[in-house]
């Protein structure tokens, strides 16, 4: 079973910049899709961005586009989530999760869960 810690979340200001870690022990993830959500008090989980095991591309939620980039360093075992040009709708606690599914956004593909790390924009 994989275990995952999200790390590096906090408060910053709109426009500025945070990255998001999330370290997976148990096995190996080099053969899971390694994907990012969030969710904000009183709305449902929403697919950030996903990176697919193998040769697959990233791909990202269309609120993110542009703004944000998914990495992933096998070798770690770890996913990294660069955050640019933040907005106050960012907010949200961030959670990274695994898969067996190549491409999907849908959170019930994922699994399992990190418990989560709290990013705050403030306007």
């Known amino acids: 079973q994989v275990q995952l810690v999200e790390s590096g979340g906090g408060l910053v200001q709109a426009g500025g910049s945070l990255r998001l870690s999330c370290v997976a022990s148990?096995?190996?993830?080099?053969?899971?899709?390694m994907g990012w959500f969030r969710q904000a008090p009183g709305k449902e989980r929403e697919f950030v961005t996903a990176s697919p095991w193998g040769i697959g591309t990233t791909y990202y939620g269309d609120s993110v586009k542009g703004r944000f980039t998914i990495s992933r360093d096998n070798a770690k075992n770890t996913v990294y989530l660069q955050m640019n040009s933040l907005k106050p709708e960012d907010t949200a606690v961030y959670y990274c999760?695994?898969?067996?599914?190549?491409?999907?956004?849908?959170?019930?593909?994922?699994?399992?869960w990190g418990q989560g790390t709290q990013v705050t924009v403030s306007s």
């Open positions: 148990g096995r190996s993830v080099s053969s899971y899709t």
């Open positions: 999760a695994v898969s067996r599914v190549i491409r999907s956004k849908a959170p019930a593909d994922f699994g399992p």
